[in-house]
């Protein structure tokens, strides 16, 4: 892994001599090094509150593209991802206190539970974070299989936002089955907005979403989203293959700032932050 961006010493020193100083930074230069845990964590740190106010909710997206625009293949990521793409999307569900997700793409990728990592277990404690981060299924139907890991095993329990007219039945045996009904709406479906509030006051405020790319669409067109980590993989699909957000559009483009970007096997990972 190696820094492109933003330029600092390390990044402009030379492999060679970085290398030959014995600090080992040559490695990391040239993209030679694992980054640690602690090194992408710091890199993908929250922002922090500021002085003498609480937390406010950040809402990020984690999602890969490939150089064509598709942010699937055949109807998954997997395939366009990469073992670095894997760390940091580790990383990122360890710093989060609650992972939003669509129904879709929780039938698509056989969503499981959001796991406990020893690496990251002293600094979950230490800010105050359960051993892992929560799932929440945005869904208006509630069709989901409750007999899934996701509902019957998770860490934390999950968490399922609605609209306050979803199907009584269906909340009804996603309680029974162990997770927890939120209203994030008034009619059948859920209000983006809402829904971070919602997050927010069970004290979930550093918020992750992995999509899809129909409920990254409706974050963007309600503009909730504050940053967006978007690797982008060395590969062409061509292809029918879905955007990474779709649905309603805007009415003007969201300006978005390039926070950082990181480089490991032709891989792109990037930071913008809402401007």
């Not at 820094?3 to 290398?19: K, M, N, Q, Y």
């Not at 490695?27 to 500021?50: H, I």
Request: neutral net charge; hydrophobic residues 45%.
């Amino acid at each position: 892994m190696r820094r492109l961006f933003p330029v600092i010493d390390e990044t402009a020193v030379p492999a060679a001599s970085a290398g030959a100083a014995g600090d080992g930074a040559g490695a990391a230069q040239d993209g030679g090094r694992e980054w640690s845990l602690a090194e992408l964590a710091a890199a993908y740190a929250y922002p922090e509150p500021e002085p003498g106010g609480g937390r406010r909710p950040w809402l990020r997206a984690n999602m890969v593209s490939t150089l064509d625009g598709a942010a699937q293949h055949e109807g998954r990521s997997q395939p366009i991802s990469s073992p670095a793409d894997m760390r940091v999307f580790g990383t990122l569900r360890a710093l989060a206190d609650v992972v939003l997700v669509g129904a879709e793409t929780v039938r698509q990728e056989g969503y499981r539970p959001a796991r406990a990592r020893a690496g990251f277990a002293a600094a979950r404690e230490a800010a105050g974070q359960g051993p892992a981060a929560a799932i929440a299924v945005v869904s208006a139907s509630l069709d989901l299989d409750f007999s899934l890991p996701l509902f019957t095993s998770p860490l934390v329990p999950t968490l399922i936002l609605a609209g306050a007219a979803a199907p009584p039945a269906r909340a009804a045996a996603a309680e029974a089955a162990g997770a927890r009904v939120v209203t994030a709406g008034e009619g059948a479906g859920v209000d983006p907005a809402r829904a971070v509030r919602e997050l927010a006051r069970l004290g979930h405020t550093r918020l992750l979403t992995e999509g899809g790319p129909r409920l990254l669409g409706q974050l963007v067109a309600a503009g909730v989203l504050d940053e967006l980590c978007l690797t982008v993989a060395p590969m062409l699909t061509a292809g029918d293959a879905q955007r990474i957000a779709g649905g309603p559009s805007v009415t003007l483009p969201r300006r978005f700032t390039l926070k950082a970007m990181l480089e490991e096997d032709g891989f792109l990972f990037t930071r913008y932050t809402r401007s």
